[in-house]
Nanobody
Framework: QVQLVESGGGSAQPGGSLRLSCAASGFSFSNYAMSWVRQAPGKGLEWVSG????????YYADSVKGRFTISRDNAKNTLYLHMNSLKPEDTGLYYCAKAIFRVMAADVFAFLNSYDNWGQGTQVTVSL
């Protein structure tokens, strides 16, 4: 049974930093691409960042490029999202998602249908 458990969310001031983690179990973590997806209050799901199964390629939404860094530790079955220079518009529920494939074309990462398992999410709130 696939399980994805996010942690590390919380409150931060604008310009601050947070690190999210996603502990994976129930599947061969190193064989699948992964992504982070978020949902702002009252809005739909927004893809944030994705990474190849071996961590070799990473991709970012324009809204977070240069501020967020995705990484993974396949030995620990854990996905990370380092978030710097946080803005109020980064507020939302952050989900990690398991991709259907090991690797994907860059534009395919942003398609929510590319994922077959999701965590419960961790809340990030950025405010003064």
């Amino acid at each position: 049974q696939v399980q994805l458990v996010e942690s590390g969310g919380g409150s931060a001031q604008p310009g601050g930093s947070l690190r999210l983690s996603c502990a994976a179990s129930g599947f061969s973590f190193s064989n699948y691409a992964m992504s982070w997806v978020r949902q702002a209050p009252g809005k739909g799901l927004e893809w944030v960042s994705g990474i190849y199964s071996n961590g070799g390629n990473t991709y970012y939404a324009d809204s977070v490029k240069g501020r967020f860094t995705i990484s993974r530790d396949n030995a620990k079955n854990t996905l990370y999202l380092h978030m710097n220079s946080l803005k109020p518009e980064d507020t939302g529920l952050y989900y990690c998602a398991k991709a259907i494939f090991r690797v994907m074309a860059a534009d395919v990462f942003a398609f929510l249908n590319s994922y077959d398992n999701w965590g419960q999410g961790t809340q990030v709130t950025v405010s003064l």
